[in-house]
């Protein structure tokens, strides 16, 4: 079994407890990325890693605007626009005049895509259950409390800033 320490590349770029924090989850980071992108391979139809990003936003937050889904990807309104063009031609969302101005189109995640993102789900779970076979009988409990933490931490960042913008110091 690897030691976890070793596996961050290069020294530590700090002794304090949120560098070595940082420093231990960098490889994650990576790792999830890479994850992200085998989950997608081989799918029909084919689905690019920002067009996922939009099929997830629209089954968490529910029907959205164009304009909604490109500030939430921090994109421009055009790029955000053509994706989901390309996703409505796949017939995964669906373009409907909205409730109280027929003028405002909202998006819908339509029930092809949901059963795409419930493969997609469905393959990472079996990727991380795999990685997590290995963790020592005790760790799942202290992993879980510290990436809830973590977790709700990364929902507080609003659509548009990064992740380094509510790190700056004042």
Request: charged share 20%; aromatic share 0%; proline share 8%.
């Amino acid at each position: 079994m690897k030691d976890p320490a070793r596996s961050v590349p290069g020294p530590p770029h700090g002794t304090d407890d949120s560098d070595r924090l940082v420093d231990a989850l960098l490889p994650l980071v990576r790792a999830s990325a890479t994850l992200a992108a085998r989950s997608l391979a081989d799918l029909q139809p084919e689905v690019t890693l920002p067009q996922y990003r939009i099929l997830t936003v629209l089954d968490s937050r529910g029907p959205q605007r164009v304009a909604d889904i490109a500030a939430n990807l921090s994109i421009q309104p055009p790029a955000a626009s053509r994706m989901c063009d390309r996703l409505e031609h796949r017939h995964l969302i669906s373009r409907r005049s909205g409730c109280r101005d027929r003028r405002e189109v909202q998006l819908h995640l339509t029930q092809a895509g949901a059963q795409l993102l419930a493969e997609i789900t469905s393959r990472q779970r079996a990727a991380l259950a795999s990685l997590t076979a290995a963790l020592a009988a005790d760790a799942p409990d202290i992993l879980v409390t510290a990436l809830r933490s973590l977790a709700a931490a990364a929902d507080d960042l609003s659509p548009g800033t990064s992740p380094t913008a509510s790190a700056k110091p004042n």
